[in-house]
């Protein structure tokens, strides 16, 4: 993991922001996906938002930096994006789903039954190639959550971000695996009504 060193170590000295108290606090925690959405304040204006993604994250990265970055921020919410670059890295579908597992249990140990989002693995051009992989984590995670995390919501992007079946160019920069603007907007309308929604209304 020393190679996310220097990115974590920046983040993890940077000021932590005083709570806003007329607002609840959300990190967003995850890969570059979620490390270059330049817009979340402007995008979650009734949020306070804290994000702590750092580029080429791996969900195994995730979980082993998680004591180092997460606990001093005090979420009320959680937003978790990662298992795309685990995937990627050759890791196994049900290698990514121990890592989520690890993951929740880390959130659990640190804050209780807070409200958690995890999106689901996006599709993306440069990937397609990852597709069944992709598909088959989604669904074993998505499994999870439904029968043991009453406190998790998983957000489903993979097949809003298709059309006639593959990842839509439209929702993707050059590279063909990050996020253009209207990408980001088309996240920003699924997670706001997934779960945002629901995690701004309740007491």
Known sequence: MFWYN?????????????????????????????????????????LDIVNLAFGGSTLA???WFFKRLIPAHAPDAMVVYAGDNDLGDGRHPEEVFLFFKNMMALIEEYFGDIPVAFVSVKPSLSRQYLADSIQYTNKIIKDEIDSVHPNCTFVPVYNEMLVNGLPDSRFYQADGLHLSEEGYQIWKTILQD????QFTQSD
Do not use: H, M
């Not at 997934?194 to 929604?197: A, E, G, R």
């Open 6 to 46: 220097d990115d974590v170590t920046s983040i993890e000295n940077q000021l932590v922001k005083l709570k806003d108290e007329n607002k609840k606090r959300i990190v967003f925690y995850g890969s570059s996906t979620l490390r270059l959405w330049s817009t979340l304040e402007s995008d979650f204006p009734e």
């Open 61 to 63: 990265a995730c979980c």
């Open 194 to 197: 997934k779960f945002l929604f």
